[in-house]
């Protein structure tokens, strides 16, 4: 692009000078890789046409002049290119030249040194033949080097074999081992691993020629004894072989030990490893391990630490014991030996590594110390600390516990110890979950663990239930409605409190219980503890302050009690999962079943079955159905009871076939159990509903439906009759409670439907015992309306709905004319093809038919006569005749 621009300005100049100056170029312009030849003409010419049609006119229509000179420059410099891109290509070809005459002279340099050494390779592999003419296998330097070997062995081993049998000369005969002591002094660690070795031999060999020494006889029996010793080979005088021996043993062990303490307090690792690889021999390094493990300064640090006084203040006790509380954590006094453990473990693994040559053996057994030791003693005293505060409490810190002493095995095989940063062998991997499991036993085994947490939700649910259970257990004494049972408050209810406060205290055996659970205990029990040292009963008859919401069930009790159930399934998981978890589980679920199941719902159930018996009974006061409102609470708890043992404990027993099923059908029954109680309740309530509205039917007035002629305008101002009014008033407060304790669901449905079709049938015959006249007949028609409004209020489906057109055509009876009777019965049996029929009260077909029709339809029609009969126009003309057509 800067050549046209340039050449642009090169022609303009041109154009305007006759001898104006051409394009200037470089050899960059050409050898672009966008450079086009037609565009660079074209560039070159561009200045010859006119820049703008608006410039008019020219003299000359082509003027050559400016083009030939720019050529001419274009020219000129081209050849002054050219030029130098030849001189440039002369100057690069010559350097290629003479580079490959270099490659080539270094080439035949290098082949001619490859041939030599080839040569020198072959004259040499020549000269080791061996005489079999083998070319590689027989090669003499080889075997040469294999004799050379061999000879060298034989030679240490008789220089070996003739310095032992020196050493027993000496040690047989003179009683010394000074060969052995000049070489332990030698100051070398080869020279005491020497010593060492030599020393169990010689002891070996005593052991064969010497017997005596070791108190057996000798060999063949022909020695001669002398003072007690004997020579097993001639009878001469000789030492206690043994005894030396073993005296220059123990003295090179013990100086072995103390060189070893002496190099670990100078951290020099070499001399360490030596003087434990001297001592491997004499006993497998078991002196040198237990002196580094037993003399560690962290064992000695610890043994006056770890009988300290268990940490932490009485608050923290308190939340560990208090359920629904959260976890504070690990006693500060165990995790901060874990913490410790952690570091000296970690940076001990590494001196193990450097100063013994088996490490990972040391490295065992002082793990095995650092668990057995310091880690047991001080959860012993941590548990024990908690085990007196409160069962929970020992839970909890059993579990936290085995939380943080796993976290540190965790820790310690991501470090590698002694492999570090690699992880951990094997062997050592299993050697710290076997030091856990180990340090963990004896809190599992068995029925141990499971047995204390059935203890720990059994003394809760006990407390949380425990005004409860009082309240119906006075209940039952007490005949009286329900939740109406602590309304008096004389002497022998606080005798019966009083009673039942004992026997709580003895249940639970409060008097040997620590101040902090009898605490956590009252308190979830709703009591007042009077003093905290106090040991005697804590709690007063006069403190006991029950009323009626003691007596109810309560939801959130239930979800206290699945959470502590929850918890403890938990940590069964974290601490004892395995092959006891459906054991475990199954007899957790046992423990709910029991104490929510049977000692909260169906007590509960119970008092309300009792009740209804009560409300059946009623004969002065309307019933009292203030129980069905707990039927309420009792089918979500049984619900929540439910989801927790189909979708937490029944699949945790999964791995046992038979307990789930044992799970399964003790769920099962127990909900079976339930459902029949509240079954029974329902039935009794709808007996009780049918009863009293029964009663009220039956205190209709005589003069209701027959009102005089001077009552006529009073009687026409009601909207219904008293009676009317009471059933409405009574069923309207049923429907509510229903509504309110079922909610919507078949249970509602069934209950309504049932009531409904059999109130139905009471007014179905309710209306054939009065006398209605005129005024009367209006009074009846309106308190049928009302039913009927009432009754399809409570939206029991269509088909119902259908049934209760038959109270509609019964009043139509006492409102209508004869003739006007008579053409609607008659109406009701010509178009009445289409019409859904019903069930009457008596035992006859109604029906419920279309628009137009007649519900009276199909009905037998000496059902309608008792009706018929009670019209004050019974006797007349009209009557007659229509009771005659019937």
């Not at 083998?134 to 075997?143: D, L, P, R, S, T």
């Amino acid at each position: 692009m800067s050549s046209v621009s340039t050449s642009s300005n090169a022609t303009e100049q041109a154009s305007r000078a006759l001898y104006g100056k051409g394009p200037v170029f470089s050899l960059d312009n050409f050898s672009s890789r966008d450079f086009i030849v037609k565009d660079f003409i074209e560039s070159l010419t561009d200045a010859a046409q006119p820049t703008r049609r608006s410039q008019g006119p020219q003299p000359n229509a082509f003027d050559s002049k400016p083009l030939i000179r720019a050529f001419e420059q274009a020219s000129r410099r081209l050849n002054e290119l050219s030029e130098e891109l030849t001189q440039k290509e002369t100057e690069l070809a010559g350097g290629v030249r003479r580079a490959e005459a270099q490659h080539a002279s270094n080439t035949d340099t290098l082949g001619r040194k490859l041939n030599q050494t080839i040569n020198s390779f072959q004259k040499l592999d020549t000269s080791l033949k061996s005489d079999r003419g083998e070319k590689w296998g027989g090669n003499v330097a080889v075997e040469t080097g294999k004799r050379l070997e061999e000879l060298d062995r034989q030679r240490r081993r008789a220089m070996d074999a003739h310095f032992l049998i020196e050493c027993w000369d000496e040690v047989s005969n003179r009683g010394e081992v000074t060969l052995l002591e000049n070489l332990r002094r030698s100051g070398t660690g080869e020279g005491k691993i020497r010593s060492a070795r030599i020393a169990k031999q010689l002891l070996r060999i005593s052991q064969r020629l010497d017997p005596a020494s070791h108190g057996s006889h000798s060999i063949n029996g022909a020695g001669k004894q002398v003072n007690g010793i004997t020579n097993g080979v001639n009878g001469a005088r000789h030492f206690n072989t043994r005894e030396i021996i073993e005296k220059f043993i123990e003295t090179l062990e013990n100086d072995m030990l103390k060189l070893f303490d002496d190099f670990y307090r100078r951290q020099n690792f070499e001399e360490m490893k030596n003087c434990a690889t001297v001592l491997q021999d004499f006993n497998g390094g078991a002196s040198v391990q237990a002196a580094f493990v037993n003399q560690h300064q962290f064992f000695i640090d610890r043994s006056n630490l770890v009988t300290d006084e268990v940490g932490g203040d009485q608050e923290t006790w308190v939340r560990l014991s208090d359920p629904d509380a959260d976890l504070p954590g690990v006693e500060p006094g165990l995790q901060s030996l874990i913490d410790e453990v952690k570091v000296v473990v970690q940076e001990e693994s590494q001196i193990i590594k450097r100063a013994f040559p088996n490490p990972e053996q040391v490295l065992g057994k002082f793990v095995q110390r650092v668990f057995q030791q310091s880690i047991q003693q001080r959860l012993e005293l941590v548990l024990d600390k908690a085990e007196s505060e409160s069962t929970l409490a020992y839970l909890r810190s059993l579990q936290a516990a085995r939380n943080s002493i796993n976290a540190l095995v965790e820790d310690l095989k991501s470090h590698g110890l002694t492999e570090h940063p690699d992880p951990v062998t094997s062997q050592t991997s299993q050697l710290l979950d076997q030091q856990l499991d180990e340090l963990f036993t004896p809190y599992f085994g068995g029925s141990a663990y499971i047995d204390k947490e059935k203890q720990n939700l059994s003394e809760l649910y006990r407390s949380l239930l425990f005004k409860f259970e009082l309240f119906h257990s006075r209940r039952q004494k007490e005949p009286k409605t329900y939740l109406a049972s602590l309304r008096s408050r004389g002497q022998e209810l606080l005798v019966s409190a009083r009673e039942a406060t004992d026997a709580y205290v003895k249940s639970l055996d409060l008097e040997k219980m620590s101040s902090t659970q009898k605490r956590i205990l009252l308190s979830v029990a709703g009591l007042k503890n009077t003093t905290a040292d106090d040991t005697s009963t804590s709690t007063k008859p006069n403190e006991i302050d029950l009323n009626e919401s003691d007596g109810r069930l309560n939801t959130e009790f239930a979800k206290r009690m699945l959470k502590w159930l929850a918890e403890g399934v938990r940590r069964g998981l974290e601490l004892s999962g395995g092959s006891e978890t459906p054991k475990d589980v199954s007899a957790l679920h046992t423990l709910l079943l029991r104490n929510m199941g049977e000692n909260y719902i169906e007590l509960s159930l119970d008092a309300a079955a009792d009740s209804a018996s009560t409300a059946e009974s009623a004969k002065r006061d309307a019933p009292d159905l203030n129980y069905l409102s707990h039927l309420k609470a009792a089918i979500s708890i049984m619900h929540l009871m439910q989801s927790c043992t189909n979708t937490l404990l029944i699949p945790l027993a999964s791995s046992s076939l038979t307990i789930r099923r044992d799970m399964e059908k003790n769920a099962r029954t127990s909900l079976l159990r339930m459902e029949d109680h509240i079954n029974i309740i329902e039935q009794r309530t709808i007996d009780a509903i049918l009863n009293w509205t029964s009663r009220l039917l039956s205190q209709q007035s005589r003069t209701d439906f027959r009102p005089k002629d001077m009552e006529s305008d009073a009687a026409l101002a009601l909207s219904s009759t008293a009676t009317c009014a009471a059933v409405l008033k009574f069923l309207s407060s049923f429907q509510d409670s229903a509504k309110s304790t079922f909610a919507s669901g078949p249970n509602l449905t069934n209950i309504l439907t049932e009531i409904g079709v059999e109130f139905r049938s009471q007014l179905l015959e309710h209306f054939k015992k009065w006398q209605v006249n005129r005024l009367g007949a209006i009074m009846l028609v309106r308190d049928i309306s009302a039913y009927v409004e009432l009754l399809r209020s409570w939206d029991l489906g269509a088909q119902f709905n259908g049934t209760l057109e038959m109270l509609v055509e019964i009043g139509s009876l006492f409102v209508l004319k004869p003739e006007a009777v008579k053409e609607r019965i008659r109406g009701g049996q010509t178009g009445g093809t289409n019409n859904a029929t019903g069930q009457t009260g008596d035992g006859g077909n109604a029906s419920a038919g279309n628009e137009g029709s007649s519900a009276l339809a199909n009905v037998n029609k000496e059902n309608l006569r008792p009706y018929l009969m009670k019209r004050e126009d019974y006797m007349e003309v009209g009557m007659q005749n229509l009771l005659y057509g019937l």
